[in-house]
Nanobody
Framework: QVHVVDSGGGLVQPGGSLRLSCVASGRTFSRYGMGWFRQAPGKEREFVAAISRSETSTYYADSVKGRFTISRDNGKNTMYLQMNSLKAEDTAVYYC???????????????????WGQGTQVTVSS
């Protein structure tokens, strides 16, 4: 059974940084693409960033491009999201997700993902 756990959220001032982590177990981690989504109150869950299984390809939402960096360490079954220059509009619950299928492409649609973390709250406020 797949188990995905995300962590690292918190309260940060505008312009600050946070690093989210995601640990997955129950699958051969290095065979699956992974991604981050977020959901703000009253809004739909939206794509943030994704990474291929071998870390050779990444993809970002326009709203975070240049500020967020996705990475992974297959030896530790862990994925990261480094968030810099945070803005109030980045406030949301952030979810880690594991692709539903093995493969080298970068998954970016919600339907591409089969296993989700429980979410970690990120609040950007002064």
């Amino acid at each position: 059974q797949v188990h995905v756990v995300d962590s690292g959220g918190g309260l940060v001032q505008p312009g600050g940084s946070l690093r989210l982590s995601c640990v997955a177990s129950g699958r051969t981690f290095s065979r699956y693409g992974m991604g981050w989504f977020r959901q703000a109150p009253g809004k739909e869950r939206e794509f943030v960033a994704a990474i291929s299984r071998s870390e050779t390809s990444t993809y970002y939402a326009d709203s975070v491009k240049g500020r967020f960096t996705i990475s992974r360490d297959n030896g530790k079954n862990t994925m990261y999201l480094q968030m810099n220059s945070l803005k109030a509009e980045d406030t949301a619950v952030y979810y880690c997700a594991l692709a539903a299928y093995q493969g080298g492409l970068v998954p970016t649609q919600i339907t591409d993902f089969g296993s989700w973390g429980q979410g970690t709250q990120v609040t950007v406020s002064s």
